[in-house]
């Protein structure tokens, strides 16, 4: 889950709203790339703990911008998931959190 990692990763370390929920994104990821049972519900964790984090430190709304644009990006290549585009998105959430 090379890209989901890097987008959970991004949005722990920096710090899903409107439109996708941590479990649909996951679940598209995990269709794509293939997950077990654990790993499904450690990446729901994951986004919703940084959803949490994002909210605590009032960047809310970049949180669900960012989300919101990986999950219209998301694309399953190969068994592989692609989310280019959101670079925008990304740097302003770290701008804020």
Same mark, same amino acid.
């Given at each position: 889950m090379n &890209? *989901?990692?890097? *987008?959970a990763s991004a949005l722990t370390i920096a710090a899903l709203g409107c439109g996708s929920s941590p479990s649909s994104i996951c679940s598209e990821v995990c269709d794509c =790339?293939?997950?077990?049972?654990? %790993?499904?519900?450690d990446c729901v964790d994951n986004l %919703? @703990? &940084? =959803? #949490? #984090?994002? @909210?605590d430190e009032g960047c809310g709304d970049q949180y669900s911008d960012l989300s919101a644009c990986f999950a219209d990006q998301l694309e399953c290549r190969d068994g592989d998931i692609? &989310? @280019?585009g959101c670079d925008s998105e990304e740097d302003l959430l770290e701008d804020c959190l």
């Open positions: &890209a *989901f990692r890097l *987008f =790339e293939g997950c077990s049972d654990t %790993e499904l519900d %919703e @703990d &940084a =959803e #949490k #984090k994002a @909210d692609d &989310a @280019d």
